[in-house]
């Protein structure tokens, strides 16, 4: 009995210094800045952590959805290529073999000056088609450019005969074309290895972002071209696929806003004011450039442009569809939109 109560007396007295110890150090403050020092210091570590994992995460979103572009790139580029293989590369060539065959035949018809001027079409498209394969070297810096003949002066004996010299001379037109903004962009490209390194930023025709507003636009489209040039020569591929990309994000950006902000007025911001009738004008410009260069077989293209050409046309029709269902709500001012130039233009 006298050790309990020695013994309860011993933890009384412990509790009671404890206690006191507490209150003394708590008094002084030291105990609870300890504890709020460990407890803040914990929480920037996991809120630092966080943003890390945040940040890391964000950037893999980012990496998946560049890589989810690319393949869908290259998917409609293998479409394409495969369908070229199985039915364009075996039945419309032969086609097209046998229509000139027949067309020699029928040649004979014709006078002596347009056998000579048709013959020398023939040759200048051939000469053509080997400096487009060899991707314009060694002419890039020449003022060489295809000889045509407008064959709409001439007479021809049978009439089906100059549907095959406008077919030639078409060809020889977009080449001529080609050559020009081929030229354009190994020039910028030049330009931009001689800015490198007084500005590592420069990217190609960053100047154009600096033009007042339709200027600025005109110059975008007229670069987008050039890449789509340069990309079915095959000349710069890479660079003419980022040009395609960035512009063509840049020129598309305000019929995003629009749409975003269609979508969901309340909570999103209201977008700039913007004249979209410079989005009409040249967004069709670059629509049917994109499609004249995919449609033209007698054009060697290089077999990546294909599928750039075709998913570059989609997202340009695409955004024009869009502008076209906003204009309809009649929220825009008429004056900033040409709804009936929509409809007319519509795809």
């Given at each position: 009995m006298a050790s309990l109560r020695r013994t309860?007396?011993?933890?009384?007295?412990?509790?009671?210094?404890?206690?006191?110890?507490?209150?003394?150090s708590a008094r002084k403050g030291g105990l609870v800045e300890m504890i709020r020092f460990y407890i803040c210091s914990d929480l920037l570590t996991v809120n630092a952590?966080?943003?890390?994992?945040?940040e890391k995460l964000t950037e893999e979103i980012e990496g998946l959805l560049k890589q989810n572009q690319r393949l869908k790139k290259d998917l409609v580029s293998r479409t394409i290529q495969f369908s070229m293989l199985s039915e364009i590369a075996r039945e419309p060539r032969q086609t097209s073999i046998n229509h000139s065959q027949n067309f020699m035949q029928g040649l004979g018809n014709e006078s002596f000056l347009n056998q000579q001027i048709y013959r020398a079409l023939l040759a200048e498209k051939k000469r053509w088609d080997e400096y487009h394969q060899a991707q314009y070297q060694n002419i890039l810096e020449s003022?060489?450019?295809?000889?045509v003949v407008?064959?709409?002066?001439?007479?021809?004996?049978?009439?089906?005969?100059?549907?095959?010299?406008?077919?030639?001379?078409?060809?020889?037109?977009?080449?001529?074309?080609?050559?020009?903004?081929?030229?354009?962009?190994?020039?910028?490209?030049?330009?931009?290895?001689?800015?490198?390194?007084?500005?590592?930023?420069?990217?190609?025709?960053?100047?154009?972002?600096?033009?007042?507003?339709?200027?600025?636009e005109s110059a975008i489209a007229?670069?987008?071209?050039?890449?789509?040039?340069?990309?079915?020569?095959?000349?710069?591929?890479?660079?003419?696929a980022q040009v395609l990309d960035r512009l063509g994000m840049e020129i598309i950006k305000?019929?995003?806003?629009?749409?975003?902000?269609?979508?969901?007025?309340?909570?999103?911001?209201?977008?700039?004011?913007?004249?979209?009738?410079?989005?009409?004008?040249?967004?069709k410009k670059l629509i049917n450039y994109a499609d004249t260069l995919a449609r033209q077989s007698l054009v060697p293209l290089a077999p990546s442009a294909l599928g750039e050409l075709d998913f570059f046309s989609r997202k340009m029709s695409q955004s024009l569809v869009r502008l076209y269902e906003a204009g309809g709500q009649g929220i825009l001012d008429s004056t900033l939109l040409d709804v009936q130039a929509l409809e007319e233009e519509k795809p």
């Open positions: 309860v007396t011993f933890w009384s007295l412990f509790i009671l210094i404890a206690v006191g110890i507490v209150m003394h952590d966080l943003k890390t994992e945040n003022t060489l450019e295809p000889a407008d064959s709409q002066y001439l007479i021809f004996e049978e009439e089906k005969n100059r549907e095959t010299f406008l077919e030639i001379e078409n060809t020889l037109n977009l080449y001529k074309r080609l050559i020009r903004d081929v030229r354009l962009f190994h020039d910028e490209a030049q330009y931009r290895q001689q800015q490198i390194q007084a500005d590592p930023s420069y990217e190609l025709y960053d100047l154009k972002f600096n033009l007042e507003p339709f200027a600025r007229d670069a987008m071209q050039q890449a789509m040039s340069a990309m079915g020569a095959g000349l710069y591929p890479q660079d003419a305000p019929i995003q806003e629009l749409s975003e902000w269609l979508e969901d007025p309340k909570d999103s911001t209201a977008p700039e004011p913007y004249n979209y009738n410079f989005y009409i004008v040249f967004g």
